[in-house]
């Protein structure tokens, strides 16, 4: 699934390409996504300039002055530059076209979404519960520790709620808590001050890594440029079930929590 890295990713991949230049056609193969892709968005941005292009969470907003396109790569999405005339593949649904070039999206398990945003877009009722952007100076120790008070939810979901913060999917939930030295099933509640410091940096500097390195890897990710996004970042516990600590070398401890698979060492996590 793409993540905030992947997104971010590709959004630093696609800007340079489209931003600036003047869309001249919408052409939309399969317009059933997670919701429908609406009948008028092809009307909407035909013939208008693009005049940015940034990220909310795990949304792309592409700004076009009267309005917004809103992506989301939902489980499987991808968007990749690409020369207008190439022809497209199986699960290439939509190719927003900028003269010769196409900013071109593909989405085999169709859960993403292309919908046009008037007004406000932060205040779309998909962005407008968001939490703070982890890798900004909103988001805090102080911030994490007050939030966290009165909620009895295991920590590693308590940081995985797009509404506490946005964009710590499951790998980095794992990766931070392990660095932080937190065990992932403890109540949100029981975090100490000094811990929401920690665990607060350790998601910042994960995130950043992942970005660093253009994306963690993914089935289906494709880089902004065209080449593949696999960059298989060296994970601490992630994927390492029943392997050794790289800390403490006990065997590392996997669990199910929300049916998702936790990786955790019961010894150097607290
Ligand atoms: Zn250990």
Excluded at 32 to 40: G, K, V
Excluded at 67 to 83: C, T
Excluded at 173 to 186: D, V, Y
């Amino acid at each position: 699934m793409p993540e905030l890295p992947e997104v971010e990713t590709t959004l630093r991949g696609i800007s340079p390409h489209v931003v600036g230049h003047k869309a001249t056609e919408l052409i939309v193969r399969q317009p059933r996504l997670r919701w429908p892709i609406p009948d008028d968005l092809a009307q909407q941005v035909a013939g208008h300039r693009l005049r940015g292009a940034r990220r909310r969470g795990k949304y792309l907003l592409l700004d076009f002055g009267h309005g917004h396109v809103l992506i989301h790569l939902g489980m499987s999405g991808s968007l990749r530059i690409v020369k207008a005339a190439e022809p497209p593949l199986f699960h290439d649904h939509v190719d927003l076209v900028f003269g010769k070039q196409a900013l071109r999206y593909g989405d085999p398990r169709r859960f993403g979404c292309w919908l046009w945003v008037e007004g406000d877009p932060d205040t779309h009722k998909l962005l407008a519960d968001l939490g703070p952007e982890p890798l900004t100076d909103t988001f805090t120790a102080d911030y994490l520790y007050e939030r966290s008070r009165k909620r009895s939810q295991a920590v590693k979901q308590f940081i995985m709620d797009s509404k506490v913060v946005v964009g710590v999917g499951n790998i980095y939930a794992n990766e931070s808590l392990f660095m932080a030295g937190i065990k992932p099933i403890r109540k949100a509640s029981a975090l100490t001050r000094k811990e929401c410091e920690q665990l607060v940096r350790d998601i910042k500097f994960v995130l950043q890594r992942s970005i660093d390195q253009g994306g963690t890897t993914l089935r289906d990710f494709v880089g902004g440029d065209g080449k593949p996004g696999y960059f298989k970042q060296q994970l601490l516990v992630y994927g390492r079930g029943n392997q050794p600590c790289m800390t403490c070398k006990k065997p590392l401890k996997e669990v199910r929590m929300n049916d998702r698979t936790t990786v955790y060492c019961v010894a150097c996590q607290k």
